[in-house]
């Protein structure tokens, strides 16, 4: 996988994530162990994923503390 191939998945991961914020403003967002985590953690683990990995985070509605979240997910 070239670089301009990773770039491109965390570019398309932060688009993602930006539309998923936008269709339930104020959710949490949480990981796959169910911990919160910032705009800017996400961020930073979509940019690293497509890089260490070559892969792209993917996103879930999901309940968390009683409300629709954002929960983060990698495809095997």
Known sequence: MTNAERER???DGWN???DA????????LVDERWREV???ECQGL????AY???KRVRFRTAFYRGK???QIYFDD
Request: include cysteine; hydrophobic fraction near 35%; glycine fraction near 8%.
């Open 9 to 11: 998945l965390w570019i």
């Open 16 to 18: 993602d994530i930006y």
């Open 21 to 28: 914020i936008a269709k339930l403003p104020g959710c949490y």
């Open 38 to 40: 910032t705009l800017d």
């Open 46 to 49: 979509i940019q690293s994923t």
């Open 52 to 54: 260490t990995t070559g």
């Open 68 to 70: 629709q979240s954002i």
